[in-house]
């Protein structure tokens, strides 16, 4: 149990003997206001909408009085008052200080989830579709969001004891592969390819496109192509699968720089072998009308949903029968309980499509979710817009750079490179995740990079600040300190941020809204800093020191957790 609920149970127990209630009932806590200091104030009007039975409490008033009457003190609650709008209750403050800081002492790197309940075996397996680039087109901002966002789900479920499975759903199928055999006969150059897949093949992508406009004979062979590989030619499939192979190596080498991981590279691909048996399922299941040139589609109109084609006129397969197809063969290779889609809001309706015509398919309500994204607007780097993931990396990691080598402070960083890189990658990360994700928002390299504002910059120069607190203290941690000493406003409001950190990352796994979780690391980071200004750790008697170090101790670990569900490696000097 959580420091919090304690609290929130003592309070909880003391309001029971008059009506039910429950530690959640609890809205407000611990925002006491300035001239309430030490006291939890509860605001009777939101009290009595979040309580199962109000009807007690007509006359909240007399209520409330009772209860401040019949008050009997615990190790956490030292009194109680009430006016007539609000119930008071004094609370011991330096063992909400001591439950708060040996919980993050004794929880250490799993503080923040260690409270939440496992998942039983029956909603254990979470599988969760992320990243999913096309193998030769560009890795557009979507696919930026997604990975990142989509690691963050990842995270955030193995903290709580998920078993995750994160598959890479590439688009490495369809008739632009064809178009892309026919274009590397023409513009193929074999070290080009070695030396850097993906921007060769988007190259030659780009240059057979162009030639394709103009001669519709490319057309046809690039059809003709893929025809091939439908039917499974062995010669077509291996240079298709030549390709694949090295696109997916340079991919995860960027990927690995960005700290995400899959359990699998799967796509549009490896799902062929069920796409009959998709549509065999909705043949049985009468789901299937034909259209007016040949092609079957579902009618969803019941479901305010439209009609979907779900295969051509020519029998071949659209990127529905695929994801149709996917969820089949998902279900028996990585049995799941739940799937996710980190996919741009943009394809909100055609999952709810997808969904629905998967329901219909297997005749059960399988727990999928779309979990959708704003747009990214004027993401460009100094060679123009972007196209490639690692250009914007680069970007990143140059900036900063230029930034560090204006700074003075230069020389202390031994492997400055690698520090840059890492807190590039936190700029671009802490910049999507900052605001809510269905949001749109607009790329800024000024803005993610400035260390005074809310960055990832900045996020990094507090964990640094507080390790060096650490260090240059020589201090070293212990839980069993006097915390009385700890009573300055900076330490209090500090505590008490602390303190909410559980019950965010609860909420974020609610909502699987990674800002909720970054605005808190802010406010975090905003009260560490506040407190470091005005509360001497080193040169101060032996238990100032002591306690005051197990508060900025405790401060860095919530950071360093905090951090670490948002996929970032937290920086140690800088
Ligand atoms: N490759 C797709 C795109 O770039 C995203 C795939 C998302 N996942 C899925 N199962 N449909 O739009």
Redesign the pocket.
């Known amino acids: 149990m959580t420091a919090v609920l304690k609290f929130k149970q003592a309070i909880a127990n003391q309001l029971s003997k008059h009506t039910p209630c429950q530690p959640k009932d609890i809205t407000t806590f611990m925002r006491p206001s300035k001239k309430q200091q030490g006291h939890i104030s509860i605001a009777l009007p939101k009290l009595n909408a979040s309580l199962q039975d109000p009807t007690p409490h007509q006359d909240l008033v007399a209520w409330t009085q009772r209860i401040a009457d019949n008050f009997e003190p615990n190790e956490f609650i030292e009194s109680a008052s009430a006016d007539t709008t609000n119930l008071f209750f004094k609370f011991n403050q330096s063992e909400f200080t001591k439950q708060v800081l040996q919980q993050v002492y004794h929880d250490n790197k799993s503080y923040g989830w260690s409270h939440l309940p496992k998942p039983t075996a029956s909603q254990r397996t979470v599988l969760i ?1 992320y990243s ?3 193998i030769a087109k560009p890795f557009h901002a ?2 930026l969001r ?1 990975t990142i966002i989509g690691n963050f789900i990842r995270i955030i479920h193995e903290a709580v004891g998920y078993n995750v499975i994160g598959i890479n ?3 490495d199928w369809g008739k632009q592969y064809g178009l892309l055999a026919v274009g590397f006969e023409k513009y193929g150059d074999e070290s080009k390819l070695i030396s850097d897949p993906i921007h060769h093949l988007y190259q030659v992508y780009v240059q057979i496109n162009a030639d394709a406009k103009q001669d519709s004979e490319i057309d046809r062979r690039a059809n003709e192509y893929f025809k091939k590989m439908e039917e499974g030619d062995p010669t077509a499939l291996e240079q298709w699968s030549r390709f694949r192979d090295m696109s997916i190596k340079s991919y995860a080498s960027i990927y690995e720089r960005l700290n995400v991981k899959f359990d699998v590279y799967s796509g ?1 691909s490896q799902v062929n072998p069920y796409i009959q048996q998709a549509q065999d399922l909705l043949h049985q299941k009468n789901l299937l009308t034909r259209t007016n040139d040949g092609a079957y589609a579902v009618d969803l109109e019941q479901y305010k949903l439209g009609k979907v084609v779900v295969q051509r006129a020519d029998g071949t397969s659209l ?1 529905v029968t695929r ?1 149709l197809a ?1 969820v089949l063969m998902r279900k028996q290779v990585y049995p799941f309980q739940k799937a996710i ?1 980190v ?2 809001s943009e ?1 909100s309706n055609y999952f709810k499509q ?1 969904f629905q015509i998967s329901n219909l398919m297997v005749d059960t309500k399988l727990d999928l979710q779309h979990v959708g994204f704003g747009r990214i607007k004027g993401m460009s780097t100094r060679k123009g817009t972007v196209v490639f993931l690692q250009d914007i990396l680069d970007t990143a990691k140059e900036r900063i750079l230029e930034y560090m080598n204006a700074n003075a402070e230069k020389s202390q960083i031994k492997d400055i490179d690698t520090i840059a890189d890492q807190l590039g990658m936190s700029a671009i990360l802490i910049q999507d995740m900052k605001s809510k994700r269905g949001k749109d928002y607009e790329f800024s390299w000024e803005r993610m990079t400035d260390a005074r504002g809310d960055t990832g910059v900045f996020l990094q120069y507090a964990h640094a600040r507080a390790c060096g607190i650490e260090r240059k203290s020589g201090i070293e941690i212990t839980p069993h300190v006097d915390f009385s000493i700890l009573k300055e406003k900076e330490a209090l409001d500090l505590i008490q941020s602390i303190s909410t950190f559980p019950e965010v990352v609860e909420n974020a796994l609610q909502s699987l809204e990674p800002s909720t979780l970054v605005n808190y690391l802010f406010k975090l980071s905003h009260a560490t800093s506040a407190a470091s200004a005005f509360l001497r750790v080193k040169d101060m008697d032996t238990d100032t020191s002591k306690a005051r170090m197990l508060l900025f101790w405790s401060a860095r670990a919530t950071l360093r957790n905090g951090l670490h569900l948002l996929g970032i490696k937290p920086i140690k000097k800088m």
């Open positions: 579709d999913s680039p096309n979507g696919h997604s759903y590439l688009g549009e990127y994801d996917s889609y996919v741009g394809q997808m």
